[in-house]
Every structure is written in structure tokens, then in C-alpha cells.
């Protein structure tokens, strides 16, 4: 028996045993699989384990989307994308706007095409910011579970988003993001009391912080430049 004489139901079970490069290998055999490959039911759960991942076309976003897990671990995160804007040489920053640029391109395109999210993990995503976490929560509104591990571009705002837009949420946790408080997370617990909230570490790291224009330098030329 071949296996394109298999009913759909059938071969949607066998391709869920599959990871997503050898699907897509599948699906260019015949028009048949192909068929089978862009079938919604089929990509319901989605993982993604680093940036360049994102750029394949061996995985279909749609409504049938219900878990969505993004999570990078790797030096390049921990030395280059999670580190301070300020202390970056134009090199890192050359790294970090192409991974910003396609981190945010992918999620506006999870957020038109895939309202049924019911679960987001974004672990280690150095790029992520409050205004992409807002976005999710108003165009995923019947999400339930928001996990953020070591986003250092996520702060209070982000919170305030969980309780404007997170009307369908019954658990968040943000772990090791630095530039939460401890006031952001009260604020959620007074104002939605329903959701499950956790926060190892988050407010007990040290924020980011600009450094100080060194004013009395500046003022000293000036004075300097006054006399002379």
C-alpha cells in the first residue's frame, strides 16, 4: 500500500510525528502531501530554537495555532543581544537590528494569522519589546498562558499590557527580566487577581540604566571656554 493511499486523517497523524524540516521534505514529493503540509490542523503546536529558524518555510501559521514556543539559548543571546544598546559595538548592534527586524516581522505575522493562541513562550529573545508583548495580547485574545524568560527589553509596560488586554489569562511568569519591578508586579496582582502570576528573580536583578551625562566635565569646559 502506498502511503498516498492513505485517507487525510491518516496522514495528518503520520505527519505529526514528523519535525518540521522532514514535513516540508515530505510534502515536495507530491501535490497529495503538499496538501496534507498546509493543512492548518496539522501546525498547531510550534517551536522555534533560534533566530534563523524564523526564516524557513518549513512551518504554516493559522488559526489552528494553539502553543507557540520560542526559546534561544546560546552564547550569542547571553554576550551580544541581552547586553545594555549603549555598550554595543556597531557590529553587535548590525547582529541585534537584523534579529530585531525578524523577530518582529514573524510575531505581527503570528498576530494577524493566528488568533486562537492559547499559549506563548518567548525565552532568551533579547529583542523582544513591551510594544510586541501588547500587540499579542490584543490580537491573541483568547491567550491563557504568557511565559517571558530573560527578555531584557520587557519592563513594566508589559504588565500594564497583561492587565488592559490579557483579558482571557489565567497564568504569567517572567523570569529573570531585569527591568521589571516590583510595583509592576503588584499592580497585577491588585487589579487581576485571577491570573496565576510568577516572577523568579525579575525584580531582584539590577535594571538597565543610561549612563550619566557627565555634567560637571561639560560644565567645567564651559566655564573654561568663558574666560579664555
Not at 2 to 24: P, Y
Not at 26 to 38: A, D, G, P, Y
Not at 56 to 76: A, E, I, M
Given at each position: 500500500?502506498?502511503?498516498?493511499?492513505?485517507?487525510?486523517?491518516?496522514?495528518?497523524?503520520?505527519?505529526?510525528?514528523?519535525?518540521?524540516?522532514s514535513?516540508?521534505?515530505?510534502?515536495?514529493?507530491?501535490?497529495?502531501?503538499r496538501?496534507?503540509?498546509?493543512?492548518?490542523?496539522?501546525?498547531n503546536?510550534?517551536?522555534?530554537?533560534?533566530?534563523?529558524?524564523?526564516?524557513k518555510?518549513?512551518?504554516?501559521?493559522?488559526?489552528?495555532?494553539?502553543?507557540?514556543?520560542?526559546?534561544?539559548?546560546?552564547?550569542?543571546?547571553?554576550?551580544?543581544?541581552?547586553?545594555?544598546?549603549?555598550?554595543?559595538?556597531?557590529?553587535?548592534?548590525?547582529?541585534?537590528?537584523?534579529?530585531?527586524?525578524?523577530?518582529?516581522?514573524?510575531?505581527?505575522?503570528v498576530?494577524?494569522?493566528?488568533?486562537?493562541?492559547?499559549?506563548?513562550?518567548?525565552?532568551?529573545?533579547g529583542?523582544?519589546?513591551?510594544q510586541?508583548?501588547?500587540?499579542?495580547?490584543?490580537?491573541?485574545?483568547?491567550?491563557?498562558?504568557?511565559?517571558?524568560?530573560?527578555?531584557?527589553?520587557?519592563?513594566?509596560?508589559?504588565?500594564?499590557?497583561?492587565?488592559?488586554?490579557?483579558?482571557?489569562?489565567?497564568?504569567?511568569?517572567?523570569?529573570?527580566?531585569?527591568n521589571?519591578?516590583?510595583?509592576?508586579?503588584?499592580?497585577?496582582?491588585?487589579?487581576?487577581?485571577?491570573?496565576?502570576?510568577?516572577a523568579?528573580?525579575?525584580a531582584?536583578?539590577?535594571?538597565?540604566?543610561?549612563?550619566e551625562?557627565r555634567?560637571?566635565?561639560?560644565?567645567?569646559?564651559?566655564?573654561?571656554?568663558?574666560?579664555?
Amino acid at each position: 500500500m502506498h502511503i498516498t493511499q492513505l485517507n487525510r486523517e491518516c496522514l495528518l497523524h503520520l505527519f505529526s510525528f514528523l519535525d518540521k524540516d522532514s514535513r516540508r521534505s515530505l510534502s515536495l514529493t507530491c501535490h497529495q502531501l503538499r496538501e496534507v503540509f498546509l493543512d492548518p490542523r496539522l501546525w498547531n503546536l510550534l517551536h522555534f530554537s533560534s533566530p534563523c529558524q524564523l526564516r524557513k518555510d518549513n512551518f504554516v501559521l493559522g488559526p489552528s495555532l494553539r502553543y507557540l514556543r520560542v526559546c534561544w539559548y546560546s552564547s550569542r543571546v547571553l554576550q551580544v543581544c541581552n547586553i545594555e544598546d549603549w555598550l554595543k559595538t556597531s557590529f553587535q548592534k548590525d547582529i541585534c537590528s537584523k534579529h530585531e527586524s525578524l523577530v518582529r516581522t514573524f510575531l505581527a505575522h503570528v498576530c494577524h494569522m493566528c488568533p486562537n493562541l492559547i499559549s506563548l513562550t518567548l525565552s532568551g529573545c533579547g529583542h523582544i519589546t513591551d510594544q510586541d508583548v501588547i500587540s499579542m495580547l490584543q490580537s491573541c485574545r483568547k491567550l491563557r498562558r504568557l511565559y517571558l524568560e530573560n527578555c531584557v527589553r520587557i519592563t513594566d509596560h508589559s504588565l500594564e499590557g497583561v492587565v488592559a488586554h490579557g483579558g482571557s489569562l489565567q497564568e504569567v511568569k517572567m523570569d529573570f527580566c531585569r527591568n521589571i519591578t516590583q510595583a509592576g508586579l503588584q499592580a497585577v496582582r491588585e487589579k487581576r487577581p485571577g491570573i496565576q502570576l510568577s516572577a523568579e528573580r525579575s525584580a531582584d536583578m539590577i535594571p538597565d540604566s543610561k549612563p550619566e551625562e557627565r555634567a560637571p566635565l561639560r560644565r567645567t569646559l564651559q566655564k573654561v571656554l568663558q574666560f579664555s
